[in-house]
């Protein structure tokens, strides 16, 4: 396996494609930052160069990775140089292996001291004498570090159409809270939003029976109408804040870690929309964080108020020591916040959702952890162009690569097609769907099957992590590992073989048949 | 300096020597079968699964240890189709082939087998020390000794003077000498050669076609699949002749070739009582007056190789290939200890310690005695079995005898 890795890599270097590469690699660490405008901050600055420099990093060497793997088995196989190395004692696999081997060592190979450049050269800038103080102090606590983020516990949104019927079935027996039984107390406790927003709709148990016994497109359709509504009313209760509304929300820290982290500043990060998406604007907040400690913020204890931007993410830092050290509220950090505001609903994401940001280690290991998730991405990429050179000649491997990265990092239409049910669209005008149709539901489940695959892959942000100074967590990057690599690469890779294995080598014709 | 022990380009007469003595059927094959195909076809099919071409078309055939086979046909008659079969690149529509006792695509079995395509199918940036490590790493030969190897191999086949040298920058020549290097550095007990001497000078094709016979008497196993002529005749022990990927004759080179109207003797420039004195005997014992006599003459090939070796010995610095280079010691085997060897250390070293102040000889017609034909004429013994190299040492001696006898010198 190790004499086709090096040679692999040999060949690479040979062709001058190294050299190439590395060409590319110097303009983008040293050239992009030239070409690049921020907001004139330094903080801005830094974010922008990390964001484009790791960016267009991972765009070159997966590219490449992509072109490598297509073209160093391929191209042997049609140029006949493979039968040489399959008529000596080493099994395909290992041949098939050793090629991605390669293209690895070639990809660390570049990755190493392009990591190193960007690090050092973030450092020199953070480091320039023609930056203040502060904005130095800001830089290293806020893009030059890693943080932790502490989100809220997900609240449960999913449903079962058993028990939001018997719920829905219980609660119209119109009981007083005292006149439960405890089995239907215990239960009670269960249901979860949607299932309790169900039991407001009266019709909802009479459609579950007849689903049950006289099941019609029609009916399951208006059952599922209901239950996705629910579940959307359920998650909207979480998310906007009405004027004159508040929300809370209680972030836990681990309590053995407090001490530690109540040395270093903790940042408040969040997103909000307004309901002006399409023209956001500035609207103003009202915070109050830090209940159960002595140093609240704002200090005054009353609200912060502030003006911020929608569609967009904030960080606020909060005072050295705000999270509580003792009693029942350790570790525990609550954020209070007043929708003030007198027409406006303010929403906060799930997803985007407020989160606490805390130190709890140094740049340059982020760094490092960032790079090995982009660094599976390429061993990933680099193995789907081998799988698919296994059996197909080199424009066609490379075109069909290209295909299914396109369609695995495509994430967005294919959340857009379940969202709206369908590639047809939600109708604007009633805001609901028209009719649903076989193809509709084909894209469906195609966009689910591929979107349970592409979390494995894509689920993960290092860029946006290392430019934000949030921490790519040990347990992340063995999470990424083993998605990226162990499962979606060893599924490739298993193919890839196989259909390497089944190869005849010596063909007249390439695209003849395999008997 | 060293004096090689044996060269590539054999001094004068040895060659024809071996040849006979291949013709004796000396050879060391033994009853091991290495290779069996039974009912072997492979129907080559389009992109859809339609049959295109029927390549090879129900062979039958087994190949011993120790054989130099030949394949024999025209282009497109299945030759290649059949190597690649054998080396699991082609997989067989029908019927079964066997290698060693496996499949051909069984991943050990591939440890004894050397090829050299039809083309150079090298990695073109490596130049040839890279070329024959690489190979020889794929083997697991051990660091040093792949260097080894490879020092001896390069050496042998001539490029010791282009070893830095890519081997996209070779000469088609230079590529198959690569080529057939990589093909040894395992030391195979089964040698496929496709075509070995396409693209190679006549000196080239001396050389390979030495090697097949150094590589037959140490027992290894040869395929020589080729659509010259003269290659299979010159060192297969059987042969397959095929066309339109069927067989169409399959046997040993004597079987083959023989023709059982006429017998050839060949001996010393005689003197003219002799002469009558033989044709008085023949055409009293054939009852026949269709006996003719005439100069053996050696083939273009000696003559030419005759003229090189001269005009070697004036051989300017090259970076190309050059020839008459030592057979790798690990090919070559243990000399003490293979009977074969020492045979060939025999004849080579006669071969190699010429009389001091002698002046070598452009043109020597080789000596040689068809042993079989001999015996039958004269009525003696059958003609000897394969692979006891003593008893061709007595088959030798008493044919020389006999030929006294009958020459009554």
Redesign the interface.
Known sequence: M???AK?TL??AV??RFVVALGLALLVIVFGIPLLLKSDGTAKGTVQLVLTYTLGSTTALLGIASLWMGCGTLAREIE???M?????????RWRVWLGKWLGIMLLNAALMVPTGLAIFFFINARADSTELGEAEKARLQNEVLVSRSSVREEEPPLSLSRQKAYRYSLLVAQGKSDNQYTEEEQAFRMTVTGPEHILSFRPEYPRLVEQAQTRPTEDILAQLEQLESEAIRVSKASYEVVLPGQDRFWEFEIDPDIVDEVNRKPVYLRFKFNADDEYDPKSHTLWFSIGEGTNKPWPPEGAFKEMRRGSSAFHEEQLPIGIVPEKGSLKGKVRVHFVNRNSERPIIFLLEDGPMILYHDGGFGMNLFRGLLIIYFWLGLISAIGLMASSFLSFPVATFMSLGILLISASTGTLQQIIDEEGIAGINHETGKKDQSSALDNVAITFSKAVLSVTDLIWGYSPVDNLSSGRTIKWTTLLSAFTGIILIMGGLVMAFGTYMFQRK??????P????? | MIQPEWRLSPPEGVHEQRLARRRDNTTMSSNETVISAQGLTK???????RP?ARAVDGIDFEVRQGEVFGLLGPNGSGKSTIV?ML?????P?RGRITVFDHSPRH?????R?G?L?E?S???R??NSD?TID??G????IESKERRERADQLIEMVGLGNARRRHVGEFSKGMQRRIGLA?ALINDPDLVLLDEPTSGLDPIGCREIKDLILTLSERGKTVILSSHLLADVEDVCDRAMILYGGRVQAMGTMSDLLANRDATRITAPTLSRDTMERVLSLIRDDTGSEEVRVDNPTQNLESLFLNIVEQARQKEADTSGATSGHRVADYLRGDAAGDRADRVLDHLTRAADEPTPGQAPEVTKPAETVDVDKLAGLAKAEPAPKAGVAPKKEENLDKANEKLGGLLGD
């Open positions: 190790w004499p086709v040679q040999k060949a040979r062709y140029d006949n140089v039968q040489m190395v399959a008529v000596k004692p080493v099994a005849e080598l010596a063909l007249p014709d695209t003849a048949s395999m008997n | 129907v080559f099919k389009d992109f859809w699964g295109k690649k080396l699991g690149l082609l997989y529509t991943v050990q079995t591939k440890a087998i090829y395509p083309e199918y090298l990695y940036y490596l890279e690489f190979f790493s794929l083997f697991h990589q």
